[in-house]
């Protein structure tokens, strides 16, 4: 299997499905990470532009850790919204991960750029495979299903599936410790601790479901994304 995982961040997918991810790439699937901004207002003190360039340095470690293939999209912090060219981007990259599963924001995710992305992912992820609607890449072959991954602290989001990820929380844990810089970013603007805040969450999902650590996911149930069998690890 193709999985594509888009986040809005460089960290949102580690934080939310890298375990599952490091499951995926264990087994032998191709696995690829889109971050669709640059991350460049993720700092009090360190220049946008700067930042940028050491959130993408972060994001290619923290994707390495599981040989996983990584689509910087080098969109703006904070800025980004659906427009036709922003919707041809999205479809051409789907076109070029070639996915069997897609997993991304949830639609109503607490922060702008996750919500805008999710819109977007799942719009283009229909049209993707639409021969006549032109990219650089050729049409996908399928409608992709859509797993939406669950936001910070999981507030309101009843999960319909869950990923043991006791054998590759470590794996998690270290990808997300590659971005240091919002290691130190999220202790001053919201007073976390990163790693604690996300060995905490996978604790949590872990209880619901019997296991030490775990992932949950909601499914897109939309026509024609849904399939019979189960299709994450």
């Given at each position: 299997?193709?999985?594509?995982?888009?986040g809005?961040?460089?960290?949102?997918?580690?934080?939310?499905c890298g375990?599952t991810?490091s499951?995926?790439?264990?087994?032998g699937?191709?696995?690829v990470?889109?971050?669709?901004t640059n991350?460049n207002?993720?700092?009090k003190?360190?220049p946008?532009?700067?930042?940028?360039?050491?959130r993408k340095a972060?994001a290619?470690r923290a994707?390495?850790?599981?040989?996983?293939?990584?689509?910087?999209m080098?969109?703006a912090?904070?800025w980004v919204?659906s427009?036709?060219?922003?919707?041809?981007?999205?479809?051409?990259m789907?076109?070029e991960a070639?996915?069997?599963?897609i997993i991304?924001h949830?639609?109503?995710?607490?922060?702008?750029?996750?919500?805008?992305?999710?819109?977007?992912?799942?719009d283009a992820?229909?049209?993707?495979s639409?021969?006549?609607?032109?990219?650089?890449?050729?049409a996908h072959?399928k409608v992709?299903?859509i797993?939406?991954?669950?936001?910070?602290?999981?507030?309101?989001f009843?999960?319909?599936?869950?990923?043991?990820i006791?054998?590759?929380?470590q794996l998690k844990?270290?990808m997300?410790?590659?971005?240091?810089?919002?290691?130190k970013?999220?202790?001053e603007?919201d007073n976390?601790?990163?790693?604690?805040?996300m060995?905490?969450i996978?604790?949590?999902?872990g209880l619901?479901?019997?296991?030490?650590?775990?992932?949950g996911?909601?499914?897109a149930?939309?026509?024609p994304?849904v399939?019979?069998q189960?299709?994450?690890p």
């Amino acid at each position: 299997m193709r999985i594509l995982a888009v986040g809005a961040h460089p960290d949102d997918i580690e934080l939310a499905c890298g375990g599952t991810l490091s499951k995926y790439s264990k087994r032998g699937d191709q696995v690829v990470m889109a971050y669709v901004t640059n991350g460049n207002m993720g700092h009090k003190e360190i220049p946008p532009e700067e930042l940028a360039q050491i959130r993408k340095a972060e994001a290619k470690r923290a994707t390495e850790i599981i040989g996983a293939e990584m689509i910087w999209m080098d969109y703006a912090d904070e800025w980004v919204f659906s427009n036709r060219e922003t919707r041809e981007d999205f479809i051409d990259m789907i076109r070029e991960a070639r996915p069997d599963l897609i997993i991304t924001h949830l639609p109503d995710d607490y922060h702008p750029d996750h919500r805008q992305v999710s819109q977007l992912v799942f719009d283009a992820s229909f049209l993707a495979s639409v021969p006549h609607v032109k990219t650089t890449h050729l049409a996908h072959e399928k409608v992709t299903p859509i797993y939406y991954m669950e936001p910070p602290a999981g507030q309101g989001f009843n999960p319909t599936e869950y990923v043991d990820i006791s054998d590759t929380f470590q794996l998690k844990r270290q990808m997300l410790a590659c971005h240091q810089s919002q290691v130190k970013w999220l202790k001053e603007h919201d007073n976390i601790d990163f790693l604690e805040f996300m060995e905490t969450i996978a604790k949590c999902r872990g209880l619901q479901c019997g296991v030490a650590y775990a992932e949950g996911f909601r499914r897109a149930n939309v026509w024609p994304r849904v399939v019979a069998q189960r299709v994450l690890p």
